[in-house]
């Protein structure tokens, strides 16, 4: 099976932002694997990668942020893959799957393959990962595997998930966190299974070590069971200063940079000697709210917010305009986005005013404000406060490491907003659960407005592609109607690397997993 349930994304999600970004910031954004040199790929060498996050963990299952991706999926691979341009569900260590009714869903699994430790990939570890992720107390994917009534090894290499009730994400949800096996031996040779810092998996890279905020290393699997990596392996630096982390590639002391913004995009494709890229993405800055308590549990402080902001002002003065500039959380000709609502929100202060007024706020509101600590996330809060400031709405910002800030807002429920990058899911409908739903971790309300479980629920039990898009419409002015969140803008992947890197793919998800990247002698 190598179609997703849903179709592939229509090109014309490609096309569309290509056009939009390259018009309105005039900077090169096609893919890499589009633009590289026509040199034949060769093996060896050491890749020295940057990347401007430590990972909250190297554990798929309980870490939180998608920067960590970065890093783990040289490590682990998933139960289902997908296209990095088209989002299409492809074969991984599951070879295919099916729906054999609308409440069971049967893996078969690929044979001959090994985790990192020797031991045996197969039905017995499926199942295994699958109940951790389930029943693990630091498990961050309950929520994504809540549907699961039971899983079985049904064969040596079939394993069958019966479910609580239909739910047409699943393949799409084993690409992700949940689906990245870990090997069991692994966990249950840990001190209480936990293998944050000992991560292994069956993916083309080995892990070797992790010096928090210094430096991640693997090493070449060379018992990989699909395509050998070319790499001998990879030194991933950690510096969390956006334009330290371009000068040490400018330097000649790293290969590549990732998750770069727009500013050193610029500066970088001024040097003749590097080679500057943005790619289109489903990554999205926002703020989640706790509309459970506090102020936001007010609609109108909510909707308040949204009107006082202009998105293509942020697009444009926080990403170079390389981005989308409006409220949706998926980007313009994406599949899932409905183009009559994504500019839902466009900036009124005067209706922002009034709404505040209506709230009980007339002489303004304070909003008490998680942000991360590095240098571009100071600058989007800086922004967002002045825009958010003229309708009397001040921001009172901490700032902090990126799982710091989630253990403050979602987990200790401190504070009243979160600002953040989310988003990166393959199935619109799981983006919607993983924020909304009040199993969600990123949901610190952990309520559901009335209406909202209909329309989720509905989305879940859908399996035709145009019936599910028009519920999924539904759920986009659901969302904005109630103001669930604060979007702010769309980004771009963007990375900076020298000439001699080939074959690097950040994806849509911006999900890199470097086994075909080589580097020319």
Not at 5 to 12: Q, R, T, W, Y
Not at 20 to 43: D, F
């Amino acid at each position: 099976m190598t179609t997703s349930l849903f179709g592939k994304m229509p090109d014309l999600t490609r096309r569309s932002l290509l056009a939009g970004t390259a018009a309105a910031g005039g900077l090169a954004l096609l893919p890499a694997i589009a633009r590289a040199q026509e040199a034949q790929p060769r093996s060896g060498g050491t890749l020295r990668a940057v990347i401007p996050f430590n990972p909250a963990a190297l554990d798929p299952l309980t870490g939180r942020n998608n920067p960590d991706f970065n890093t783990l999926l040289m490590m682990f691979d998933a139960l289902i893959g997908f296209d990095p341009q088209t989002l299409e569900l492809q074969p991984m260590l599951a070879t295919s799957w099916k729906f054999t009714d609308p409440t069971t869903l049967v893996l078969e699994l690929r044979q001959g393959v090994e985790f990192h430790d020797g031991t045996p990939f197969n039905a017995e570890a499926v199942v295994f990962h699958l109940k951790r992720g389930m029943e693990y107390d630091r498990s961050n994917v309950k929520s994504d595997l809540a549907v699961v009534k039971q899983v079985e090894a049904t064969g040596p290499y079939q394993v069958s998930i019966a479910l609580k009730y239909p739910d047409a994400t699943l393949p799409s949800v084993l690409t992700d966190r949940a689906g990245l096996v870990v090997s069991p031996a692994s966990v249950k040779a840990a001190a209480d299974g936990n293998v944050d810092r000992a991560p292994v998996g069956t993916g083309p890279f080995k892990f070797v070590e992790w010096q928090d905020n210094t430096i991640i290393k693997v090493t070449k699997n060379s018992n990989y069971w699909g395509d050998a990596p070319y790499l001998d392996g990879i030194d991933v630096r950690i510096v969390n200063e956006f334009n330290t982390a371009v000068r040490t590639v400018t330097a000649g002391e790293s290969d590549i940079v990732l998750n770069m913004s727009s500013q050193q995009m610029a500066v970088a494709k001024r040097d003749p000697n590097l080679v500057a890229e943005a790619t289109p993405s489903m990554i999205y800055y926002t703020a989640f709210l706790n509309y459970g308590q506090g102020p936001l549990a007010d609609v109108r402080v909510r909707q308040a917010m949204n009107w006082a902001l202009d998105r293509p002002v942020l697009n444009k003065v926080l990403w170079g305009g390389l981005g989308g500039g409006h409220c949706s959380m998926f980007p313009s000709g994406f599949w899932a986005n409905d183009p009559a609502t994504e500019n839902f929100y466009t900036k009124d202060l005067d209706r922002a005013k009034s709404l505040l007024k209506e709230a009980g706020f007339a002489n303004g509101i304070q909003i008490d404000t998680f942000t991360w600590a590095d240098q571009a996330a100071v600058q989007r809060q800086e922004v967002l406060s002045a825009q958010l400031a003229e309708a009397g709405i001040r921001l009172k910002v901490t700032p902090a490491q990126p799982a710091q800030t989630m253990q403050y807002f979602l987990t200790e429920k401190k504070g009243h907003m979160l600002l953040t990058p989310t988003g990166g899911l393959p199935d619109p409908a799981t983006a919607y659960d993983r924020q909304f739903s009040a199993t969600a971790y990123r949901n610190a309300a952990k309520t559901e407005l009335p209406g909202y479980r209909e329309l989720m629920d509905e989305a879940m039990s859908t399996f035709d592609n145009a019936k599910r898009q028009q519920v999924l419409y539904k759920m986009q002015r659901f969302v904005l109607e109630n103001a669930l969140h604060l979007p702010q803008f769309s980004s771009a992947g963007i990375i900076v690397r020298t000439p001699k890197v080939h074959g690097f793919n950040f994806s849509l998800l911006q999900r890199p997993r470097f086994h075909k990247v080589w580097m020319e002698a």
